[in-house]
């Protein structure tokens, strides 16, 4: 029997014209154990601390796809991270994958390839309905669409951020 969440992916793959690609999807708790598994840290304390804020994690070079919920906030972090894989394949925004597994560079997040995820998502989200649409924008606390767009613009001689 095929739950939501399939059904998700295989919409958002379809959407994204992914089919050709094979993707494979991880989710629920062997991918909250995958992403635990990729932090290290001085302490044991401070990996599962930063691990327990992500949400979803891709490896675009091998077409894999880590999503540890899948309620409708899984959902959205499957599109954001599909749409990573999409990037890749097609080199879109000049995709390039951070070194490290979850930056805290503040330039990290203003990433063409970040912002381009977190719209998609939204507006995958929103076009089917999940009514947690607003609680998403957790990925724009600090940054929105448009003007994060402009200070990109603006900064990009002096930070490459996609890079």
């Avoid at 894989?85 to 560079?105: A, G």
Wanted: charge should be positive.
């Amino acid at each position: 029997m095929t739950n939501k969440f399939d059904i998700h992916i295989e919409k958002i793959k379809k959407e994204l014209d992914l089919n050709s690609i094979e993707v494979k999807v991880i989710y629920g708790e062997e991918a909250r154990n995958k992403i635990n598994s990729m932090f290290v840290a001085k302490t044991v304390k401070k990996a599962e601390k930063a691990a327990k804020n992500v949400t979803g994690y891709c490896i675009p070079n091998e077409n894999i796809v880590y999503v540890c919920k899948t309620d409708n906030l899984g959902i959205g972090t499957l599109a954001h991270e599909l749409r990573h894989i999409y990037q890749y394949n097609l080199k879109y925004h000049n995709f390039s994958f951070p070194r490290d597994f979850y930056s805290k560079d503040p330039y990290y997040w203003c990433r063409l390839a970040e912002l381009d995820a977190n719209e998609f998502a939204l507006k995958y989200c929103k076009g089917n309905n999940l009514g947690w649409y607003n609680i998403f924008k957790y990925h724009y606390r600090i940054l929105r669409i448009k003007s994060t767009r402009a200070i990109h613009k603006l900064l990009k001689p002096l930070h490459n951020c996609d890079k």
